[in-house]
Structure formats: structure tokens, C-alpha cells
């Protein structure tokens, strides 16, 4: 099967446009949250705001108070899906633009992330496509493009995978009991009951260990065989699905699932 | 595919592996704080270290405080309906927000009165002020309202209560793990410490609609 940079770039497109319209209706859910009787009041956070100029504070108050904020959410949302339904030629370039903006704003509104790793993630995925949209006649802006959403993803399992493995605490399996039963993760009883052993604690550990050491092979592996790829494709899209059942991160599946097109487009290079 | 190709990204992950095992500086740049999300960080669940964790406490005088609780609390799974957290998962989002925010204050904390080695309560005068002036402590405190608030509800009324709050570090560094796994069976290495313990605070709550709080606040 082969993989063309404009279908991948659809692809990515359309999985990250769906993500950051659920984004944006969990934020809309939120909005009480938002207000002047909520957390993130806006009159708290402008004294964080006083080390930038008078202009970028003026642009940040005009989009981001309450209830402005309700505004810039609601049209991400009608541009996440103004986007999931224009073909990926079609697409304006200030769509993709509108939507790395606003994301890059509604971070500033959490004080720089709202959710960690998916907001790096999404992020990640806009910068690469909104460039590529720039110039969508040039095979070089398209390569590198795809090339750096492809290496961002496959280092973010690489570098978790690594850290992870030079802690004791991980290779025992000790940890990921820890943070199973941690209040912040807190995960549905059944998975503690099933990771209750020290076997099975171990073995779980050991499987997502091995998956993020080794998840380069999701771009080498194509010199193997080309279903190495896939292979490793479809256990990542399984491990983040278990992330939203055991962890509540639904956010990360979304953002990660859109890099996929780009590692299996540059993974063809090196079948 | 060339071998040189090749090589160059095994050389490539083999930089990454180096750059992973080093420690990088802290930051404490509040613009590069905020502007965070553009250098990404991929260390996920590396550190084995402490979570602190928010508690309250409310009554109708300072006198009546009792037991505390846990503020931010992740959501029970409803089983037949998980599936639909796929797409919207608001409620265990804000609570991760919200442990955020807890962290951040802890982390300013570090940075006005050095490594924070046990309980804060009692910061007296001039270090006080500034920290309940700070936008973390400001924003936790909002935090514990707006939950009070939320978890108090739905009685339809306003009240004048006390409040107080307090961060706890608690350190989850050693599972026991045996056949029933259960809170029992968790052994944790050292006692949680209290590294921070706020004030009584008095607030007007609003239990009601939002908006009419709103309305009657101004």
C-alpha cells in the first residue's frame, strides 16, 4: 500500500481537525470554570500577562476574557469541522492557521498547557500542517513537514520509553502500580485488580517498556517488512485507547493518532 | 533506502537516548513558562516522586472545621457509558487541570522559599502576603471555591462559610503488592507532609445558578 504525501497530509488534517473540535466542546463544557466566579479568572491571570507589551495584552484581553473566550472556542470548533469535511486541496491556509493560533492562545489561558502532552502533540501536528498548506506546490516543505511531525511523534514514545527504563522503580513494575493507584489517575478497579501481581504488574510494564523503546522500528522496521509499521501503528492506537480507559487521557489519542499518516508515509522510504 | 540514511537515524536516536538520560535546567522564565507548549517535552511519568494534593475544609465558623477532604477527585468510570469519554472527557480533564495547578504552586513555592522540605503553615508576615498575592496561590484558592461550591450544591441558597485548604505531598514511591490490591495494601515510603496549610478564609457562597451568582456578587 502506498501512502501519498497529500493523502497523509488529509489524513493528519482530519484526525487533528476532529481532536481539537472535541477539544474545544470539553472547554465549552467548562466554561464555568472560566468565568468570574470561576478558576481561571481573568482578572487573576492578567497579572501574569503585566511582562508582555501593552499591544499582545490587549490582543490577549479581546480574545481570552470571559466570555470572549466562549467566542475564539466556539469557532475553533466550527473550523475543526469546517476542515474535517473540506478536502485537504481545498482547505485555506488560514483555517489551519486560525486553529494553531487558538491553540497556542488557549494555552496561554491555562498559564502555558491546558493538558500537558496532547497540547505539545496538537501543537506539533498544526505547526507542520499550516506550513505545509503555505506551500502545498513544494515537495520539499511537504517532506520536511511530514518528516517533522513523524520524528516528533516517534520520539515522544522513544524518550517516555527511555526515562522510563533507567528507573528501578519501572523495571519492576513497582511503578506503574504506583500510578495506577495514585488519586490523580486513579484507574477503574478492574485494572487494579488485574495488575494486582507482581507477574502480571511486570509483564505489563515490560510490554509498554519494549513498545516505547522500540517504536523507531515503526520507521526502520518498513526495511524488514512493511506490516512492521502498521504493526507498530496499530499497538500504539490500542495503547492510547487503554489511556483513555485506564487514565481519562481521551485528549492524547486524537493528537497522536494524527501523526500516524506522516511516521507511515516516511516509513515507506526505507522499504 | 542508502545505509548512510540509515545511519544517520540510528546516530539521531542514539543523540535522543543521551539528551533523555541528561537532567535539563529548570526554566523558570515566566515567558518561557507560558510559552511552554513550543518545546515540547516528552518525559512522560518519569519521576517516581511526591503528588501533592489539595484538601479543604468548610463550616459556618472557624470553630467548626473538621475533617478535610480531598478536593479534586478523578471521576468514576460509568462503565456502559466509557466509551463516549473517547470524545468529551471534560470532568477528568479539569481534574488533571486542576492537579496542574496544585503542582505549579508547589513549584513557586520552591522557587520564593527554596526546596520545600515540610509543612508551610505559619508563613508569617511580608513571605505570607506575597505569596497569597501570587496568581498560583490566588488560582488554587479559586480552585477550592469554586469545588465547595460545586460539591455543596444543589441547595439553592447563600451562605457565609469558613474555608480552609491545605497541600499535602504525598509520596508514592512503594507498593506492596499482593493478591488484594486495595488502599490497605499500599504501603507508602514515609508519612504524606503538609507543605503548605492556608489561612481560614470567610466567602460569601453562592449555591444557585452561576449566572445569578454572578449577578449578585456585583
Redo the contacts between chains.
Sequence with gaps: MILLAETAFAASAKIIALGVL?QS???I??R??L???????WG??T??FK??PVLFRAILSLTLRYPNVLVLLGLRAGVGFAVIVTPWDSVPVLLLLYLLLS??LI??R????????S???T??VLTGLTIARVAPASIWVSTICLWYIA??SV??????G???I??R??RT???L???L??????A?KLV??L????ET?MIATWAMLLFECLF?LA??GA?ISPIVPLAFIAIAGLFH?SN??IF?L??F?FAWAATYPAIYWCSQ??? | ?ETS??LF?AL??LL??AL??LKGPQISD??V??????F???????V?GE?P?LYYRVASSSEDLGEWQ?A???PE?R?PY?PF??????E??????????VE?LVSDMGEMYGEIQGETQGVTGRDSEELERS?SF??VD??VR?QIQKNLQPTPTEAKLVYQFKVRS?P????N?????N?EA?SIAGAPVDILVSKSYTHNFYFGE?ER??AR?V
Design positions: 472535541f466542546i470539553e472547554l463544557q467548562l464555568r470554570t468565568n468570574d466566579t470561576g478558576v481561571w479568572q487573576v491571570l497579572e501574569e511582562i508582555f491553540t497556542l494555552c496561554l491555562f498559564r502555558g498547557t491546558f493538558n500537558g502532552g497540547d505539545y502533540m501543537v506539533v520524528i516528533q520520539t515522544s514514545y522513544f524518550v517516555a527511555v526515562v522510563k533507567r528507573h522503580e519501572w513494575g513497582e511503578a502500580a504506583c500510578f493507584q495514585a488519586a490523580k489517575y486513579r477503574p487494579r485488580r495488575l494486582a501481581e507482581r504488574s523507531p520507521l526502520f526495511a485507547f483513555v480507559y481519562g481521551n485528549r489519542l522510504l526505507f522499504q | 533506502m540514511n540509515i537515524l539521531f536516536f535522543i537516548t533523555a538520560c515566566r515567558r513558562q507560558l510559552f511552554r507548549v513550543l515540547p517535552s516528552w518525559r512522560f511519568f518519569d517516581m503528588t494534593t480531598a479534586l477527585e478523578k468510570l462503565s466509557w469519554n473517547i470524545f468529551l472527557n471534560s477528568t480533564n479539569f481534574v488533571l487541570a486542576g492537579y496542574s495547578l505549579q496568581v490566588q488560582l479559586n480552585l469554586f504525598e508514592i514511591r512503594k507498593v503488592q499482593t493478591a488484594a490490591w488502599q499500599v452561576p451568582a454572578a456578587r
